[in-house]
Structure formats: structure tokens, C-alpha cells
T-cell receptor
Framework: QQQVKQSPQSLIVQKGGISIINCAYE??????FPWYQQFPGKGPALLIA?????SEKKEGRFTISFNKSAKQFSLHIMDSQPGDSATYFC????????????FGAGTRLAVHP | DAGITQSPRYKITETGRQVTLMCHQT?????MFWYRQDLGHGLRLIYY???????DKGEVPDGYVVSRSKTENFPLTLESATRSQTSVYFC??????????????FGPGTRLLVL
């Protein structure tokens, strides 16, 4: 069973455009939603994270939007750059869960110049 | 200041052989994790450890064994490798500090091919 569903599987965006990746979760006990970025041949690295007490969090060009009632959250990359080309994973975890993360299947983003 | 390292980075083995993947972190993080990454499945948790000598199963533990005699090391053993265990394996660690959830830091991965 997939507790965190991520879409799309792949995404092509022109330089300067907005990249949007969506995730939906099932377990209402989840209370921490990070996004990880992975470049080819590297391990994933934390990009940005949000908790359900806020509906949006912004760090530079990256924004997480969170909809608790719909059990959905999304990553928006503004002014996408070729250097943003990577695989993005959404994830979820719950307090008291030994910091275990449940990951989505990933989105491969390609930003064309 | 190595952070978290994995060895070997690449491994080719044959069906039925035992393989051990090593993971070492220099931060003294309490939590350590093993994931496998397969296309279409993202990262799936194999085993995790909350401290030395404390380990537990994740989502896909069958065919794997772990141990954690020292805080800094968390080896993963495939007791009898199968082709379905061909994958990229990532080790991660995180602190167990005052924050509700701590960032997980990932190693560079081990690419395993089982023939």
C-alpha cells in the first residue's frame, strides 16, 4: 500500500517557468512533510519541510503549499533553472514514529534552457 | 569531516551469495536507516535503528539482516542475494534532538547488481 502518492512521475519545464509537484497522503497521523532533492549519483538531501500548523512555507524560489482537509501538499519551484533538474521526493512522518519517513515515488524534473 | 559514508559504492554479486553493505556516520546520530531505491517505488525503508543494539523492521525487510553494535556503524547484510534485490541502497542518519522530527542525512548510495 502506498501511503504517499506523488505526481507527476516526470516533468519538463522551460527555464523561468513554474514547476509544480503534488503529493497526497492517507494517514491523518502524519504531521511532518519534507521534500527531498536528489541529483544523479547522489543521495537525497532535504530541500524544505512543513508542518500542518501552517498552509504555506517559502524558502527562496521553493514553496510548499499544504491543504490539511484534502490531505495534499505540493512543491512549487518558481523561476525554474536548469540547475533545478533533479528527482524530487515528497515524504511524510509522524511524531513518535522514530523519525521514519514514508516517501512518494519521486518526480524527475528536467528544466530546459 | 566525512559525515555519512557507504561502502562499497558499487557491487556485483551472484544469486545466493551473502553481501554486506557498510554504513558509517561521524555525527553520533542516534537514528540510522536503510532504504532501497527502485524506479517507480521511490525510497522504501528496509530497517531502522533508534540506538546501538536497537533495530526494527521497515516496509521491506525480507531477505535482509542488520546489526548495530556501535552508534556510528549500521551494516546491512543480504543473507542470500536474489535478483530482486538488485537496487540502489541508501543509508541515512538523523539526530533525536528536541525537534519533533529531525532531518535525515543520506549517504551517497551503493549500487548493487545481483546476477
Amino acid at each position: 500500500q502506498q501511503q504517499v502518492k506523488q505526481s507527476p512521475q516526470s516533468l519538463i519545464v522551460q527555464k523561468g517557468g513554474i514547476s509544480i509537484i503534488n503529493c497526497a497522503y492517507e494517514n491523518t497521523a502524519f504531521d511532518y512533510f519534507p521534500w527531498y532533492q536528489q541529483f544523479p549519483g547522489k543521495g537525497p538531501a532535504l530541500l524544505i519541510a512543513i508542518r500542518p500548523d501552517v498552509s504555506e512555507k517559502k524558502e527562496g524560489r521553493f514553496t510548499i503549499s499544504f491543504n490539511k482537509s484534502a490531505k495534499q501538499f505540493s512543491l512549487h519551484i518558481m523561476d525554474s533553472q536548469p540547475g533545478d533538474s533533479a528527482t524530487y521526493f515528497c515524504a511524510a512522518s509522524k511524531t513518535g514514529g522514530y523519525n521514519k519517513l514514508i516517501f512518494g515515488a519521486g518526480t524527475r524534473l528536467a528544466v530546459h534552457p | 569531516d566525512a559525515g555519512i559514508t557507504q561502502s562499497p559504492r558499487y557491487k556485483i554479486t551472484e544469486t545466493g551469495r551473502q553481501v554486506t553493505l557498510m554504513c558509517h556516520q561521524t555525527w553520533s546520530h542516534s537514528y540510522m536507516f536503510w532504504y532501497r531505491q527502485d524506479l517507480g517505488h521511490g525510497l522504501r525503508l528496509i530497517y531502522y535503528s533508534a540506538a546501538a543494539d536497537i533495530t526494527d523492521k521497515g516496509e521491506v525487510p525480507d531477505g535482509y539482516v542488520v546489526s548495530r553494535s556501535k552508534t556510528e556503524n549500521f551494516p546491512l547484510t543480504l543473507e542470500s542475494a536474489t535478483r530482486s534485490q538488485t537496487s540502489v541502497y541508501f543509508c541515512a542518519s538523523s539526530d533525536s534532538g528536541p525537534k519533533l522530527q529531525e532531518t535525515q542525512y543520506f549517504g551517497p548510495g551503493t549500487r548493487l547488481l545481483v546476477l
